[in-house]
């Protein structure tokens, strides 16, 4: 079964969110190794994903969304293609601008979003304390597909005023980006 549904980050227990997380990591470990990207766990780096490094987005190293939205259209976030050796792995969203202009946000594949990984109607989050949610099932893409996300705004809004934030996080071979391990 395909699970698409945000749940808003309240709704759980720290140690479910702990959890989740730890999930995300062991995910991330299997479907490199499944890649055959190494065999080794010493040899991967688990990290946050960089906005602009690793989804290619404009602004360094914050997740803004460029572009000005028409309520109802849909308007890309972002269109990148992961790079080899690499799997970056969604896991929820928070929305750190107020007011809230993004309703749904969804994730695809290629560059013409030729799959729906999955769609998420975040506005649940906007009446929450903390608005932020985890995915109900993780997304993911692998070394050289090209990952798309869009958002769909409920009212218009002007270039670079909404900050999205998606909770991610990528696996690599130590050395990409961070090159020094540290002793246990």
Known sequence: MIKSYIIPIEDLTLQERVERRKAVDNNLLTAAKKLGIRDNDEDFLIRD????TDVGLAATRAWLVAGAG????ELQYFSTAIA?????MFWGVSY???PQDISVVRFTLGAASTETRGIYQIEELFSRLVPEGYLSDPIYYVRNETAR???EPRVAFAVNTQRLKLLS?????????????QLN
Not at 49 to 52: A, G, I, R, V, W
Not at 70 to 73: I, K, L, P, R
Not at 84 to 88: I, K, L
Request: glycine content about 6%.
């Open 169 to 181: 996080r990528t696996i690599e071979v130590v050395g990409n980006i961070v090159s020094a391990r």
């Open 84 to 88: 080899v050796d690499t799997v970056v």
């Open 70 to 73: 028409v309520a109802g259209t």
């Open 149 to 151: 996300v869009l958002v």
């Open 96 to 98: 750190e601008t107020v």
């Open 49 to 52: 994903t960089l906005p602009n």
